[in-house]
């Protein structure tokens, strides 16, 4: 049997799929200069395929199947599996029509279609209903699949086979990766070193498709030394939700990198809690090169209310200044929009990010997931029902205390205040001439001053960027 794997690109910009909101995926579009330049480099950096497809790829190979892999391409095969998101929904199910009057069988996998069948049951002949693998398990045995089929979440992961990057399609961007260096244009090669989120944010979607799980540490430096036999200094994305949730694994795993003496750098995501100045330096010492942490928002009690446990602030920057120090590169996740959030609690919240001194951040727009506790918190006050725009970007439901153009111009104004700092851009250039910096320093607090998110008031104004 032939299999086509389709992990598809968007036809309208850049779409982060894999395991991006829990896998419903994320679309930026361009609003201004910034987010311009912000698009074309996740574009360029953050083009990540499905660790999911890969391991699939891996199950069908096992079984004595021929795999195809496509990011647009009507390919060749007897049954075709489909990435689904719910930001490109459209294009997914338009490519699975053209599939099937091909004669070829067409399922969908990934949370979108696991919680909104409805989207898709149309387009295809079957859907698998949870993570992936089990699924694809009983197809590769022989098994035809009908309708919506219930795919168990794999509790031994060490049981499942490492993924096939080697199967992908030369037309990916990652081949650079598989040939060459340590930072593919790709972004770098995906991997789970578990599964599923014990935390309780109501408005995340990591944990409503399987529960959490994790893989002996053997297993994982397994999956490190074969992915170093195959690509000099391998780039490593954990795509963990929450990394570094066991202490004591991450020292064993660094331990497990260094006594395989293993050449690899790494990226993960993270709670800032869940590290500490001597896990940093383990972790840089084994290949860390990159963190991403949500932080969300600045009150306290708007994160109780979203079920998540809040952060002390000193916490926060000593861990980012050591990474500072350590050369880690630093990413923050914000949220604006929370029901209890208003314009000063956002501008806070803003002002606070530009002081924090991450190397990048992240502001999105709160967007209620489906399957999601605040999906049916929320579902009262949608206002938006064209779902590809639960993008993360896009105002969905009626806020009570800010109006879609006000969140719009604070989400603008966000990535706006972040990037074109002066003391941003020396940092970014890389200035280290001590008179230039003091003169940076000095227009710094000068726009800070007159600049400041509680200061300004006309919500009317465009963004200029």
């Given at each position: 049997?032939?299999?086509?794997?389709?992990d598809?690109?968007?036809t309208?910009?850049?779409v982060?799929?894999?395991?991006?909101?829990?896998?419903?995926?994320?679309?930026?579009?361009?609003?201004?200069?910034?987010?311009?330049?912000?698009?074309?480099?996740?574009?360029q950096?953050?083009?990540?395929?499905?660790?999911?497809?890969?391991y699939?790829?891996a199950?069908?190979?096992?079984?004595g199947?021929?795999?195809?892999?496509?990011?647009?391409?009507l390919?060749?095969?007897?049954v075709?599996?489909?990435?689904?998101?719910?930001?490109?929904?459209?294009?997914?199910?338009?490519?699975?029509?053209?599939?099937?009057?091909?004669?070829?069988?067409v399922?969908?996998?990934g949370?979108?279609?696991?919680?909104?069948?409805?989207?898709?049951?149309?387009?295809?002949?079957?859907?698998?209903?949870?993570?992936?693998?089990?699924?694809?398990?009983?197809l590769?045995?022989?098994?035809?699949l009908?309708?919506?089929?219930?795919?168990?979440?794999?509790?031994?992961?060490?049981?499942?086979?490492f993924?096939?990057?080697?199967?992908?399609?030369?037309?990916?961007?990652?081949?650079?990766?598989i040939?060459?260096?340590?930072r593919?244009?790709?972004?770098?090669?995906p991997?789970?070193?578990?599964?599923?989120?014990?935390?309780?944010?109501?408005?995340?979607?990591?944990?409503?498709?399987?529960?959490?799980?994790?893989?002996?540490?053997a297993?994982i430096?397994?999956?490190?030394?074969?992915?170093?036999?195959?690509?000099?200094?391998?780039?490593?994305?954990?795509?963990?939700?929450?990394?570094?949730?066991?202490?004591?694994?991450?020292?064993?795993?660094?331990?497990?990198?260094?006594?395989?003496?293993?050449?690899?750098?790494?990226?993960?995501e993270?709670?800032l809690?869940r590290?500490?100045?001597?896990?940093?330096?383990?972790?840089?010492?084994?290949g860390?090169?990159?963190?991403?942490?949500?932080?969300?928002?600045l009150?306290?009690?708007?994160?109780?209310k979203?079920?998540?446990?809040?952060?002390?602030?000193?916490?926060?920057?000593t861990?980012?200044?050591?990474?500072r120090?350590?050369?880690?590169?630093?990413?923050?996740?914000?949220?604006?929009?929370?029901?209890?959030?208003?314009?000063?609690?956002i501008?806070?919240?803003?002002?606070y990010?530009?002081?924090?001194?991450?190397?990048?951040?992240q502001?999105?727009i709160?967007?209620?997931?489906?399957?999601?506790p605040?999906?049916?918190?929320?579902?009262?006050?949608?206002?938006?029902?064209?779902?590809?725009?639960?993008?993360?970007?896009?105002?969905?439901?009626?806020?009570?205390?800010?109006?879609e153009?006000?969140?719009r111009?604070l989400l603008?104004?966000?990535?706006?205040?972040?990037?074109?700092?002066?003391?941003?851009?020396?940092?970014?250039?890389?200035?280290?001439?001590?008179?230039?910096?003091?003169?940076?320093s000095?227009?710094d607090?000068?726009?800070?001053?007159?600049?400041?998110?509680?200061?300004?008031?006309?919500?009317?104004?465009p963004v200029?960027?």
């Open positions: 049997m032939r299999v086509v794997l389709a598809l690109r968007s309208r910009g850049f982060s799929k894999d395991t991006v909101v829990g896998g419903y995926g994320s679309r930026l579009q361009p609003f201004s200069r910034v987010t311009a330049v912000i698009s074309y480099l996740k574009k950096f953050h083009d990540v395929p499905s660790v999911h497809m890969a699939m790829a199950i069908l190979t096992r079984g199947h021929e795999v195809a892999w496509t990011r647009d391409e390919a060749e095969g007897d075709a599996l489909v990435l689904s998101s719910l930001v490109d929904y459209q294009n997914e199910t338009s490519w699975a029509d053209r599939m099937r009057a091909r004669g070829v069988a399922g969908f996998v949370i979108t279609a696991s919680k909104m069948p409805d989207l898709f049951a149309p387009h295809c002949d079957f859907i698998l209903d949870g993570e992936p693998e089990a699924g694809v398990m009983r590769a045995q022989g098994e035809t009908r309708g919506i089929v219930r795919s168990e979440q794999v509790n031994d992961l060490d049981s499942l086979p993924p096939r990057w080697d199967l992908i399609n030369e037309n990916h961007r990652l081949r650079q990766g040939k060459w260096s340590s593919p244009l790709g972004g770098g090669f991997l789970l070193a578990s599964r599923g989120c014990p935390e309780h944010c109501t408005y995340c979607p990591h944990r409503i498709l399987a529960g959490y799980r994790t893989r002996s540490i297993n430096g397994d999956e490190l030394e074969r992915l170093c036999d195959q690509v000099r200094r391998p780039y490593v994305i954990f795509r963990d939700p929450l990394f570094s949730e066991q202490r004591d694994r991450c020292f064993e795993l660094c331990d497990e990198i260094q006594a395989r003496d293993l050449t690899l750098t790494f990226e993960a993270t709670r809690d590290l500490d100045v001597e896990l940093l330096d383990k972790l840089y010492a084994a860390l090169r990159a963190m991403s942490f949500g932080v969300e928002s009150d306290p009690a708007t994160l109780r979203s079920g998540r446990r809040p952060i002390p602030r000193a916490h926060q920057r861990i980012i200044e050591h990474c120090k350590k050369g880690i590169v630093t990413a923050a996740f914000y949220v604006l929009g929370f029901l209890q959030d208003d314009w000063q609690s501008a806070a919240t803003i002002d990010a530009t002081d924090l001194g991450s190397t990048f951040a502001f999105k709160l967007t209620p997931y489906p399957g999601t605040m999906f049916k918190q929320l579902e009262p006050l949608l206002v938006e029902h064209d779902w590809e725009k639960f993008d993360g970007y896009t105002p969905t439901f009626k806020h009570p205390n800010l109006s153009s006000e969140l111009f603008g104004a966000a990535y706006t205040r972040f990037y074109m700092r002066p003391s941003y851009l020396a940092n970014f250039l890389k200035i280290k001439n001590s008179a230039v910096r003091e003169l940076v000095r227009l607090r000068r726009v800070n001053a007159r600049h400041s998110m509680n200061e300004i008031a006309d919500f009317s104004r200029t960027c």
